[in-house]
């Protein structure tokens, strides 16, 4: 019998067991195990009966390099629907339809998928799928809760296009979400779902200043950081809105509104709208700090006899994060409203990125600032983040090199901190 997972877990890869209910969703499955498998990761494909008639057992076969089971009577020698759950140092269930979510919850094993859930140790993962009704069911949420209650964790549904012609709250999120809360959890963060009620607005992504139709000025900020800033809200229970300025094709985090902006200006004013019916506001968005004067309503040509394309006249951006301090000091938002912004620095002046970014939180006044070091162009677009993480009073705390969205967790636990010394 060949072993469930043979690799062994490293600081790079581990052993996850990809579990699959019966649901149209279940050929997004596929593409989850891809990931998993060529970032070297050793997967096991554990499908329920129903799963099997939206996706064969060939295609996970194929795709994990591992024979697929739903019964516990396949490898009994070898006591599998034990060994699979006890040697796992991950497991993700996705899809998962509502009648797996009841089945876990009741304690049920009586397929290879369930009896492994109730073996394992490690974290595990559920992102579930199904039509708005059957989420919002009482009994779903119910279940939901005991599941969360025992340390596991349920990803919230993405919204968007189901079965037929229905729209609305239960898409599957997509395969590279899943991917990247399984690696956070892998690196051994927790996302508690204890932040409901709570209003987070962030800013994402570099803005732009158009010179003309055709050029603008602007920055390589990609917005990642602030989308997994959302997605890690979003996954605690908040409510977020994120203003979001130019940024790469990113999934949209679980119910968060978007609010799409083009310029310095329009992210002020829609921050501006929101800011006092927040509890928390996140200024991660790379803003440009000015704008050209006037904007040719044409295409300014190069080398025409005015010049005017080599002579930009520029003027001040407004203080986005500085406003929302001296508005929280005015009383336009509340006192208890946490404000956290981004300082991304090279050095420069005899001084070090981190020098830098205390001098900056001292001009600004937040409660919180988020330091990396950007020198060469790094941490723009990229997968992964790290830098420091600072208050008012000079403390530091090391935000430790992990993606994007374990550093959000990682800011998230220094917001409860914040949070924890002030009660």
Not at 97 to 110: F, I, P, S, V
Not at 137 to 143: G, H, K, L, V
Not at 191 to 201: A, F, I, N, P, S
Not at 202 to 227: C, H, K, L
Request: glycine share 10%.
């Amino acid at each position: 019998m060949s072993d469930p997972c043979p690799n062994q877990s490293t600081d790079r890869t581990a052993r996850i067991v990809v579990g699959v209910g019966g649901g149209i969703a279940a050929y997004k499955a596929c593409q989850l195990v891809r990931n998993f498998a060529e970032g070297g990761d050793g997967v096991r494909v554990v499908p329920t009966e129903s799963a099997l008639r939206f996706v064969g057992s060939a295609t996970f076969e194929a795709l994990s390099g591992h024979p697929v089971s739903t019964t516990v009577f396949d490898g009994v020698d070898e006591v599998r629907h034990v060994r699979i759950g006890q040697e796992a140092d991950l497991l993700v269930i996705a899809p998962a339809t509502a009648d797996l979510m009841a089945r876990l919850a009741h304690g049920r094993a009586d397929d290879l998928l369930t009896a492994t859930v109730l073996v394992a140790t490690c974290p595990v993962l559920v992102a579930p799928a199904m039509h708005t009704e059957m989420w919002n069911n009482a009994a779903t949420r119910a279940n939901v809760e005991i599941l969360r209650s025992r340390g596991i964790t349920v990803m919230e549904p993405a919204h968007g296009r189901l079965t037929g012609p229905d729209t609305g709250a239960g898409r599957l999120p997509d395969a590279e979400q899943i991917a990247e809360l399984s690696r956070t959890l892998l690196a051994g963060r927790r996302l508690e779902h204890d932040w409901d009620g709570r209003r987070v607005l962030i800013t994402a992504g570099g803005t732009q200043e158009n010179i003309d139709p055709v050029r603008y000025i602007g920055n390589r900020s990609s917005g990642r950081q602030g989308f997994a800033l959302a997605e890690a809200a979003a996954q605690r229970g908040a409510q977020v809105t994120i203003v979001a300025g130019n940024t790469v094709a990113l999934p949209t985090p679980a119910g968060a509104e978007i609010v799409p902006v083009v310029s310095t200006e329009e992210m002020y004013r829609a921050v501006q709208e929101r800011a006092a019916a927040s509890d928390l506001i996140i200024m991660a968005a790379a803003v440009s700090d000015f704008r050209p004067a006037t904007q040719a309503t044409s295409k300014m040509k190069k080398g025409s006899d005015d010049g005017a394309l080599s002579r930009v006249e520029l003027v001040e951006n407004p203080d986005i994060l500085r406003w929302s301090v001296t508005a929280r000091d005015e009383g336009e938002i509340p006192a208890d409203t946490v404000i956290v912004g981004f300082a991304a620095e090279t050095g420069g002046d005899g001084h070090s990125p981190l020098e830098l970014a205390q001098q900056k939180i001292q001009r600004k006044g937040c409660d919180l600032l988020m330091c990396n070091d950007v020198s060469g162009g790094g941490v723009f677009g990229q997968a992964r983040n790290a830098g420091w993480l600072l208050n008012r009073e000079g403390e530091v705390r090391d935000i430790a090199d992990g993606t994007k969205l374990d550093v959000a967790v990682q800011i998230l636990e220094g917001v409860d901190e914040l949070a924890h010394d002030r009660d």
